[in-house]
């Protein structure tokens, strides 16, 4: 595999050179991976300002950034509903500079590879965590380098590496997971050999990384990534194994008595009774989905066109049922909330938006090599598994995640936007 590329622009190299190293060490060094990230986005800006103001998908994160002010502006708590536009408007941003410096798909196969050979120190760090007993607190010059991790996992038993959560580093996995089955599709089409093995042991590490997460979100997008590519080569008997394996532990979690009983004999408790929350009987009412969802439903209906103001879902939460839950595992329904209808509609909008153009593009473009038309799947994939996580969890607070969803968005963004003459001669 080639492990570097020029960018077909030689004024923008330099940032499409920072852009990458900065992608490598994120995972490692957030302050200077995503400074050194949204640098590059602010010299494309520089260098690219007449076509970004007239990118469409620009047009529309503008005006979202008006309604989330006017919602702030009318917000009960003003203070912490501005300082909740730090998790979204410096990230417009970004958007509209890395879609502009983001334009090829040999880029965004450039991008995978970084995405899963950054992945490798992370997981490797997991297991040491649940198998070799490892804690530590790493810290230098503040926040330069800032690295905790706690012996058995986050919560303990459930694999979280560097990360906050076992949730979030479920969904940090599925990217890589994602991307090394793509890569590695590519490899074995190409026949790689040396590219092929190295990328299956990733792959498999990924997965097995995933499993310890106890992560049923986790699962649940890997699943999603593994019929999507099944479906794309047309291996039909891997897509009937996968829906066997999956009907399975839905039966052993689900069914009645009498058939759960029989499936249960081979399918392993750890997965069955994750699903069915008989792993965790006695889990209050307040922390189930459910409660959260109709809580927040019930805050968008009474203030549906500005909601309550960021960052108010905590706070609400908590009077209500004595609790403290930092959001309601539903990004639609938090922004909401929060936000009014108007907001969250256009938010979606504009991400679906670039979702459907890149399927588009992916359909459409016959010109594409096949090894093209894989990475721009792969990205098509990633981005719908976001949005499926997204509906049970909420990505946007841990700077890590959210860094890599909008650079992601930028990605695919910038190359439906680069072809999109093609598409619509």
Not at 164 to 186: D, K, P, R, S, V
Not at 275 to 280: A, E, G, H, S, V
């Amino acid at each position: 595999m080639k492990l570097a590329i020029d960018h077909p622009n030689p004024r923008l190299q330099t940032p499409w050179n920072v852009t990458q190293i900065g992608l490598l060490i994120f995972p490692l060094s957030p302050l200077v991976g995503g400074v050194s990230i949204f640098l590059a986005a602010l010299r494309t800006y520089q260098l690219q300002y007449r076509n970004i103001i007239h990118c469409p998908f620009n047009w529309g994160f503008a005006l979202l950034s008006v309604l989330l002010i006017i919602s702030c502006s009318v917000a009960d708590d003003k203070t912490q509903a501005f300082l909740g536009l730090f998790n979204l408007l410096p990230f417009f941003i970004g958007f509209a500079g890395l879609s502009n410096l983001i334009q090829t798909t040999a880029q965004l196969r450039q991008i995978a590879k970084i995405f899963v050979i950054g992945s490798v120190p992370v997981v490797i760090i997991g297991l040491g965590q649940m198998f070799w007993g490892w804690t530590f607190r790493l810290q230098v010059l503040w926040i330069f380098l800032d690295l905790e991790l706690v012996s058995g996992g986050v919560p303990p038993g459930r694999m979280a590496s560097i990360f906050m959560h076992a949730n979030l580093f479920a969904a940090y996995l599925a990217i890589a997971f994602t991307f090394g089955l793509g890569l590695l599709l590519e490899q074995w089409q190409s026949r790689s050999k040396i590219s092929t093995i190295l990328l299956t042991v990733l792959v498999i590490t990924s997965f097995i990384a995933l499993i310890l997460t106890d992560s049923r979100n986790g699962w649940a997008i890997a699943i999603v990534a593994c019929l999507a590519y099944a479906l794309y080569q047309g291996w039909h008997l891997i897509i009937a194994s996968v829906v066997g394996v999956i009907t399975s532990v839905l039966l052993a979690a689900f069914a009645p008595s009498p058939i759960a009983e029989t499936f249960r004999r081979f399918v392993p408790a750890y997965f069955w009774a994750r699903l069915n929350d008989q792993m965790y009987p006695d889990r209050p009412v307040a922390l189930m989905r459910t409660t959260q969802w109709e809580f927040a439903w019930s805050l968008t209906q009474q203030r549906p066109w500005t909601g309550w103001g960021l960052r108010s879902f905590s706070g609400l939460y908590k009077a209500q049922m004595q609790i403290d839950l930092g959001h309601p595992h539903n990004l639609f329904l938090m922004l909401s909330a929060e936000s009014g209808l108007p907001s969250a509609l256009l938010f979606f909008g504009c991400l679906a938006w670039i979702w459907f153009g890149g399927v588009q593009l992916w359909q459409k473009s016959d010109y594409l090599d096949k090894k093209d038309r894989l990475i721009l799947f792969s990205f098509i994939v990633v981005i719908l598994q976001w949005v499926i996580f997204n509906t049970v969890d909420v990505t946007l607070f841990d700077f890590r995640l959210n860094t890599i969803s909008w650079f992601l968005f930028s990605a695919l963004g910038g190359v439906v936007q680069a072809n999109a003459s093609k598409v619509h001669p």
